[in-house]
């Protein structure tokens, strides 16, 4: 069964603007992480954010993690149009040999 | 360069044939996974393995058969049996056994068409 679900679905920006998708999970959790795919390809890892630590940063990612609420949120600053890619949550469970992905979020963004 | 090998990158099959999906890893891992991605959907997980000659199913493991000989190729089989097979293949691995703490590297992916 699916663990993460992301929102929005799809979001639609234009370059330079901020995007923020979210996460939510249903039971507890050791870590999540975000990744990235673009169209057709295979998917990138991005950051991973363990349940200790409530907020990351990596260049333009910032990446935070609620633990009380089961969520957790990606926000991209000054988008730009290579940023255009589905982003995917995964969640990890100490002692399972997997992840759990969610259904992503569609990123479009225009020039 | 390091990394997860796949291969082909389109595959046609016609009905009641088996085919092969090829993945090959040349960064020491010693878990490695299998995931299917339908359009405009998240992954499934069909398959993985910790570590040579044992493996588990995942999800979704009906209709698929796969082997681990060696630590670096985890082909995945797709059988007559499975009777919806179009869809993305995604082959990924991971340093250790515990993938729950671990980034996993994904290769490029395979798309398999039934005609």
């Known amino acids: 069964s699916q663990q993460g679900e992301e929102d929005p679905q799809a979001l639609s920006i234009q370059e330079g603007e901020n995007a923020t998708m979210n996460c939510s999970y249903k039971?507890?959790?050791?870590?999540l992480q975000w990744y990235r795919q673009n169209s057709g390809r295979g998917l990138v890892h991005l950051i991973l954010?363990?349940?200790?630590?409530r907020e990351k940063h990596s260049g333009r990612l910032r990446v935070t993690l609620d633990t009380s609420k089961k969520s957790s949120s990606l926000l991209i600053t000054a988008s730009r149009a290579a940023d255009t890619a589905s982003y995917f949550c995964?969640?990890?469970?100490?002692?399972?040999?997997?992840?759990?992905f969610g259904k992503g979020t569609m990123l479009l963004v225009s020039p | 360069d390091g990394g997860i090998t796949q291969s082909p990158k389109y595959l046609f099959r016609k009905e009641g044939q088996n085919v092969t999906l090829s993945c090959e890893q040349n960064?020491?891992?010693?878990?490695m996974y299998w995931y299917r991605q339908d359009p405009g959907q998240g992954l499934r997980l069909i398959y993985y393995?910790?570590?040579?000659?044992?493996?588990q199913k995942g999800d979704i493991a009906e209709g698929y058969s796969v082997s681990r000989e060696k630590k670096e190729s985890f082909p995945l089989t797709v059988t007559s049996a499975q009777k919806n097979p179009t869809a993305f293949y995604l082959c990924?691995?991971?340093?250790?056994?515990?993938?729950?703490?671990?980034?996993?590297?994904f290769g490029e992916g395979s798309w398999l068409t039934v005609v």
């Open positions: 039971t507890s959790i050791n870590n």
């Open positions: 954010i363990r349940s200790n630590e």
């Open positions: 990924a691995s991971t340093t250790s056994t515990g993938a729950w703490g671990n980034t996993i590297y």
């Open positions: 960064l020491n891992h010693d878990a």
């Open positions: 995964a969640t990890g469970i100490s002692g399972y040999s997997t992840l759990t």
């Open positions: 393995s910790q570590i040579v000659n044992d493996f």
